[in-house]
């Protein structure tokens, strides 16, 4: 579905500095793939290098092999949504018409939502289990109530592929656990291909497919996720010595830090 | 499907926009600027009946003798019907403008006068007067450049997202330079004919010549109808510029857009009618407090509103203290300072 063809890409001001060199990674349909890094590793950049924000210096964004530098943004947008955190918004709004703006890229340059973007729209919030949110101003949600009503803007574009950036920042782990449920459901009931950066490497342990690892702008390792996190290459991937073990139900890997400075005989 | 009551005042029962609210919405302001223009009409130093008013204009059209008398012919409709036909044309493209920089820099607080747009426009007016009054409409084209350049300006300088409050201090900073350069153009020229047009600047409809007046009716007709087109856009830009993009929408276009057809309308506005302050601001907030942000809804009601406001503001300035006249932009900041204050408040929440 996506295909990311050794991606070379640096910022104007930070040359000659490479943000990414040459990243080469495929999403398929109905998998879940997660990015992970440190801080700064360009994982944030890859993701909108993916959705044609930013033009690599080289390499190819496809789309079902074909070069979205091909595409109108309309057409971008039909195929690919990109879920971030959203803040409050300055001007009063209700989830519905915030979900509605969805539906942009289906749209005539104005005119309006028809009732067949009002019931996808409502799907969409239904989908994200929002659909109680639907006519309450946007501004009044809680944080995860938000994502979840974001989440649901960007199924209104009927997407086949979702890109999530750090979706489930700031949210507690009810929240974390149920949005990545929400499109680990998503993905098995409509094929969606998802990649998502995030900083819960546990969480992704247990709901990617697969893992890509990425470290001052280039691919560490990638692959199944059982076979990508070992505690050798997390622990060089972070700096930090980090150990795996296995959750006591799902058998995922589960990942264990120590204290820094701290020392074994410490604990006496 | 769900049906509840929404929190917006009219148009109950669907949290988003639909036709029937919006086509609700634009007949009652239109009936109320009418009602208000007719009033307009017949208020003043010399009173004409409203009943007389609709045989003089049908009189004057189809060319047959007036039911007024001649000072009332000429008080009717070479004095008061431009000056309200100006009012209307300066208060729509003001709030129109100020609708659409508040979408684009997602900024309630933005206005063509408060982030010092209208500034730039009376400094190129100023300009032409000075220095190219010879070419014609060079003072609508140079206000225009001048509020294109301002935006420009203000734009870069109070770019911060976190802040809505960064953006306007950028503005009062542009707005106090420019009126700076004006007080120093003006009095170097010694000329007490350019006096009186910088006191003109401060918002004074009663001068208005008519090739003014038919570039902002122009300006207003054009520049309204292109950014409805880019009202769907708006909306979602005023949510966030990330996501519009990665949503379909071509930003960089919709922003240079935007933006120009704002300066145009400032520009037209402000060489026209003065820098006359708050419209820009006070009007798109109503429409959103009265039916919702969608702009689709808020920019044409804002164009409606607007002219309203001025023309109101308008018929205070010049029957309050009458026959004394107050500048009409004084009436306007009356109203909106505290409006102002009161949104800064709400966004500092």
């Known amino acids: 579905m996506l295909q990311l063809r050794d991606i070379h890409f640096s910022y104007p001001n930070q040359r000659p500095r490479e943000t990414i060199s040459g990243v080469t990674l495929d999403v398929r349909a109905g998998e879940m793939v997660a990015l992970l890094g440190p801080n700064g590793s360009g994982k944030s950049t890859l993701l909108s290098i993916a959705i044609g924000a930013l033009k690599p210096d080289s390499g190819d964004v496809l789309f079902d092999d074909e070069p979205i530098a091909g595409f109108s943004r309309r057409e971008i947008a039909q195929r690919m949504a990109m879920v971030a955190e959203q803040g409050a918004i300055r001007f009063p709004m209700t989830a519905l018409e ?49 994502q979840r009503v974001t989440l649901a803007r960007s199924l209104a574009q009927q ?59 280039r691919l560490v390792a990638c692959g199944a996720t059982r076979e990508v996190m070992t505690a050798e290459t997390l622990s060089e991937l972070f700096e930090t010595p980090l150990f795996v073990d296995h959750h006591p139900l799902s058998g995922s890997p589960v990942v264990w830090w120590m204290r820094t400075g701290s020392r074994i005989e410490d604990r006496g | 499907m769900y049906i509840m009551k929404t929190e917006t005042l009219i148009g109950q029962g669907k949290s988003y926009l639909t036709v029937r609210r919006a086509l609700i919405v634009i007949s009652v302001l239109l009936l109320a600027l009418l009602g208000f223009a007719v009033a307009a009409l017949s208020l003043g130093s010399e009173h004409v009946a409203a009943g007389q008013l609709f045989p003089a204009l049908i009189s004057k059209l189809i060319g047959t003798a007036s039911p007024l008398s001649r000072e009332q012919d000429v008080i009717i409709f070479s004095l008061r019907l431009p000056r309200i036909a100006m009012a209307i044309g300066v208060g729509a493209a003001l709030a129109v403008a100020g609708a659409g920089f508040q979408a684009l820099l997602r900024n309630p607080l933005a206005d063509p006068y408060v982030l010092g747009v209208s500034g730039g426009a009376a400094l190129g007016s100023i300009t032409a007067i000075i220095f190219a009054s010879g070419l014609s409409y060079s003072r609508p084209l140079f206000g225009f450049a001048g509020a294109a350049i301002a935006t420009l300006i203000v734009y870069r300088l109070g770019k911060r997202e976190d802040d809505p409050a960064h953006l306007v201090l950028a503005g009062v900073v542009m707005s106090t330079f420019l009126s700076s350069v004006i007080v120093l153009m003006t009095a170097m020229t010694d000329n007490v004919k350019l006096r009186n047009i910088t006191l003109w600047l401060l918002g004074d409809l009663s001068s208005g010549a008519v090739e003014g007046l038919i570039f902002v009716l122009i300006a207003v007709a054009v520049g309204a109808a292109i950014l409805v087109t880019q009202s769907r856009a708006l909306n979602l830009m005023m949510i966030g510029e990330r996501d519009a993009f990665a949503m379909g929408v071509e930003t960089a276009r919709v922003r240079w857009v935007v933006h120009l057809t704002a300066s145009l309308l400032t520009g037209a506005a402000v060489s026209a009618g003065g820098a006359i302050g708050y419209v820009g601001l006070v009007t798109p907030h109503l429409a959103r407090l009265a039916a919702g942000s969608d702009n689709r809804l808020v920019i044409p009601a804002s164009a409606i509103g607007g002219a309203l406001m001025v023309l109101i503001a308008d018929t205070i300035a010049r029957t309050a203290l009458a026959p004394r006249e107050l500048p009409t932009g004084a009436i306007t900041a009356l109203i909106g300072a505290p409006v102002f204050v009161y949104l800064l408040l709400k966004s500092r929440k």
């Open chain 1, 98 to 146: 915030y979900v509605l703006t969805g539906r942009y890229a289906y749209s005539t340059a104005f005119g309006f939502d028809s009732p067949r973007d009002v019931e996808i729209a409502m799907q969409s919030l239904g989908a994200a289990d929002a659909a109680q949110f639907a006519h309450r101003r946007f501004n009044q949600l809680s944080s995860g109530e938000r």
């Open chain 1, 159 to 217: 997407p086949r592929l979702l890109l999530l950036d750090e979706p489930t920042a700031n949210a507690d782990i009810a929240h974390q656990l149920s949005l990545l449920d929400l499109v680990r459901g998503l993905t098995r009931e409509r094929g969606l291909g998802v990649m998502i950066v995030t900083h819960e490497i546990n969480l992704a342990a247990e709901f990617a497919d697969r893992m890509a690892l990425i470290k001052d702008g």
